[in-house]
C-alpha cells in the first residue's frame, strides 16, 4: 500500500480524497493537515510515500513550502494538487521539488496514477497541465535561474558536495536536483549533458 498525506485547507477536497483512496486497494490516506505548520507537525510525526500538496494556504504558500519538504524530505514524493493551472506556478513547482502535478477537477483514476506514479520516483502531470505546458514551451527547453547555475557548476566539474556548498543547497537535493536536469534535458551522464548544453546553446 501506498502511504499518502494530504495538506489542503479544504475538508472537502481531504473528504473526496479519503474516500477515492478508501475505494482504492493500493493507496492508503495515512494523514492530514489544514495548515504550513500542521504540515511539517504532520511530517515531524511519520512520513508518507506521497504528499499532496495544495498552493493556497491559510499560512503560507504550497510554492514555498515544497522545496523545504524536499531539503529536510527529500525522500517525500510531492503531488502538487490544486486549482491552479497557471504556467508560471506549474513550472515554479516542478522546478523546485514537485514530481508532479494534477488539478483538483482530475477524474479519480487519474488522482490514483499521479499518486502511483511519483510514488515510483517518475513525474507525473495531469492531462490538462501537460497540454498547458507543451503549448506554452513548444519545442523551446525553458532553464529555471537555479538550473541555468546548476548546469554551469556541472559543467565547470564541480562535484555534488562543491555544488551543494556553492548554491547553498543540502547534498541530497542536489541529487534531487541534479537527477530532474538529467531528465529535463534527456541525457544519462555529464559527458551527454555537455554536449546537449551547447548544441542548445544553454551554456
Not at 17 to 43: H, N, P, Q
Amino acid at each position: 500500500m501506498i502511504k499518502v498525506a494530504v495538506v489542503d485547507d479544504h475538508q472537502i477536497i481531504i473528504d473526496g480524497l479519503e474516500k477515492i483512496f478508501t475505494e482504492s486497494d493500493i493507496v492508503r490516506l495515512t494523514d492530514k493537515a489544514y495548515t504550513v505548520a500542521g504540515c511539517w507537525k504532520m511530517l515531524n510525526a511519520a512520513l508518507p510515500d506521497v504528499l499532496l500538496l495544495d498552493v493556497g494556504l491559510p499560512d503560507g504558500s504550497g510554492m514555498e513550502l515544497c522545496p523545504q519538504i524536499k531539503e529536510k524530505y527529500p525522500q517525500v514524493n510531492i503531488l502538487m494538487l490544486t486549482s491552479y493551472a497557471e504556467y508560471a506556478v506549474i513550472s515554479h513547482v516542478l522546478n523546485n521539488g514537485a514530481s508532479g502535478y494534477i488539478l483538483k477537477n482530475a477524474m479519480p483514476e487519474e488522482i490514483i496514477e499521479g499518486v502511483c506514479t511519483v510514488a515510483n520516483g517518475k513525474r507525473f502531470l495531469c492531462e490538462t497541465v501537460d497540454l498547458l505546458l507543451k503549448k506554452t514551451a513548444g519545442n523551446k527547453l525553458i532553464l529555471t535561474r537555479r538550473e541555468q547555475e546548476l548546469l554551469r557548476l556541472i559543467t565547470n566539474g564541480n562535484s555534488n558536495l562543491e555544488i551543494a556548498d556553492q548554491m547553498c543547497l543540502g547534498y541530497e537535493t542536489i541529487k534531487s536536483y541534479r537527477k530532474n536536469l538529467f531528465q529535463k534535458l534527456n541525457v544519462h551522464n555529464t559527458l551527454e549533458l555537455m554536449k546537449k548544453a551547447m548544441e542548445q546553446r544553454l551554456i
